[in-house]
């Protein structure tokens, strides 16, 4: 095998775009491995981790591309690599040539379409700024997906939009639903009357998909990034959501949704949250469940929890926390001591491989207080995935975070990271997987298949030392998604997955199976 870098300068790609070109150049003849990438520091380093790294990378910017390969010089050869790179870009740019106009900049998309109120920015983050900054001062609300943007940024571009009546969503704002149009990472709901302002993007598709599931519909749903809710930024896009919500005729029930802001900030939510003409249902998830009580409004104990919550005030029936099951408890019963039969007396470790942060978040905290849970999102310090004693125990990760996305696409996006972590992490010992599928627009096309996929390899092998192991899943989505609920459910299930209609669900069942190992033991 041969190593060879073929470097493009000044050439940007978007990450979705050089993930496609990888893999069109892995299925190449003689590939062995193949990598292509901008310069970014992320992607020297992951170079390097795969052992593709030569001395031209040292030489490039954040702005050049590079192809590095490592490939049997008998089959093939770096322009041939090359040759195919150009073609698959050609055959993208003719299947685009007959789409509508892209504008090349800000100002000629405003021209081409002078009724528009609202800008999607996705650009390299150091960047971002100038491009919100434009975009206010035409007037446009803005959904900033771009992360890595400086907090102080962050803090004047929405100071900005609060002066001006603005939404200003982001930095890393991955979901929202403005006017019934999915933006971003978003699942197809029904519009209605329930509205949403959330901090976290999959804890938002979560809320949204139950609320539909349940008969009913999202009038909006409003995105702020994950810091807006710190000290440092003071909550400015929670409150103008939140006000806007209050304001908006067609809104009757108003659900916030967030890990626990600081106190200060905090404070600020619910005073509004007391004079509120209409009922709010608020999902700090983990916070203070007496100081939202007592403003008046409706505190939660999960995402599921909350849609069932703001379904229930929008239809005036009496609301109570939702602790169980859908299905009956006998059913459950036998549910849960067929799978855990099915494991020997040496499983006894949880492997929870999340694409959505959010949800991640909520099962460690629905189940910290039984088990030691370590992780790269740890409820405490001391159960950082480093301290995790001798590689055995109990397992919960966010794959979407940065250091498992590092020149590579979003989970949600792309499965391979899980795939990996599929073969790398589950194990002898392994009992239960738990896992999140999550559909919608910006989603992977089939992320049930990938799913499915990695439950058979995963299988094969634990079979090959006489074990079987428990895979629970939850669907975040819904009928309309184009990846199909009821598809991705049955898909799931032909692999013997057990799948549970919420994550709140799914994290309830994988307890009950823990137990009853414990008990068995």
Do not use: W
Not at 229 to 240: V, Y
Request: aromatic share 4%.
């Amino acid at each position: 095998m041969i190593l060879q870098t073929s470097i493009k300068k000044n050439a940007y790609y978007d990450s979705v775009t050089l993930m496609l070109l990888s893999r069109e150049l892995q299925d190449l003849a003689g590939v062995e491995d193949v990598l292509v990438g901008m310069g970014t520091d992320l992607n020297l380093n992951l170079a390097r981790d795969l052992g593709l790294a030569t001395s031209e990378l040292n030489e490039l910017t954040a702005n050049d591309l590079f192809i590095a390969a490592k490939f049997d010089e008998a089959v093939t050869s770096m322009q041939k690599l090359e040759t195919a790179f150009n073609e698959y870009l050609n055959k993208s740019a003719d299947s685009e040539a007959d789409e509508d106009y892209h504008p090349a900049s800000l100002r000629a998309a405003v021209q081409a379409l002078p009724g528009a109120n609202m800008v999607v920015i996705s650009v390299p983050g150091q960047y971002a700024a100038v491009e919100v900054e434009d975009a206010l001062e035409a007037g446009l609300n803005v959904m900033l997906f771009s992360d890595n943007v400086p907090v102080e940024a962050e803090l004047r571009l929405k100071q900005k939009a609060v002066e001006k009546g603005l939404l200003m969503m982001g930095p890393d704002c991955g979901t929202a639903i403005i006017n019934g149009v999915p933006l971003c990472f978003a699942n197809a709901v029904r519009r209605g009357k329930i509205g949403v302002v959330g901090a976290s993007g999959t804890g938002t598709q979560e809320v949204t998909v139950q609320v539909h599931r349940l008969g009913e519909g999202l009038s909006q749903v409003i995105g702020t990034g994950g810091r807006d809710l710190k000290d440092q930024i003071g909550g400015l896009m929670m409150i103008q959501g939140f006000e806007s919500l209050i304001a908006d005729p067609e809104t009757e029930v108003i659900v916030l949704i967030s890990k626990p802001p600081s106190p200060t900030v905090a404070e600020k939510i619910y005073q509004i949250a007391k004079h509120s003409p209409k009922p709010v249902v608020i999902d700090f998830i983990g916070g203070d469940r007496s100081a939202i009580e007592a403003v008046g409004a409706v505190p939660c104990i999960s995402l599921e929890d909350a849609a069932r919550k703001a379904v229930g005030k929008l239809r005036g029936q009496p609301v109570e926390d939702f602790t169980g099951f859908s299905l009956p408890e006998g059913q459950i019963r036998e549910m849960v001591e067929a799978a855990a039969a099915k494991l020997k007396l040496d499983q006894n470790e949880l492997r929870a491989l999340y694409t959505g942060g959010t949800l991640a978040d909520e099962a460690m905290k629905l189940l910290g207080e039984r088990y030691e849970i370590y992780s790269n999102i740890p409820l405490t310090p001391e159960m950082a995935i480093e301290n995790l004693p001798g590689g055995r125990g109990h397992i919960c990760l966010d794959l979407g975070e940065d250091q498992f996305t590092r020149g590579r696409p979003h989970p949600m996006i792309d499965p391979q990271t899980r795939t990996e972590f599929f073969k790398s992490h589950v194990d002898e010992h392994t009992a239960v997987i738990l896992v999140d599928v999550v559909l919608g627009f910006g989603s992977y096309p089939d992320p049930a298949g990938a799913v499915a996929e990695s439950v058979r390899e995963a299988r094969a092998r634990l079979t090959r030392h006489g074990k079987d192991v428990v895979v629970i899943a939850s669907v975040c989505g819904t009928d309309l998604d184009s990846q199909d609920l009821i598809k991705s459910t049955e898909v799931l299930k032909a692999e013997g997955v057990i799948v549970m209609p919420s994550n709140t669900q799914a994290v309830r069942f994988a307890d009950r199976v823990m137990q009853q190992m414990k008990k068995g033991a």
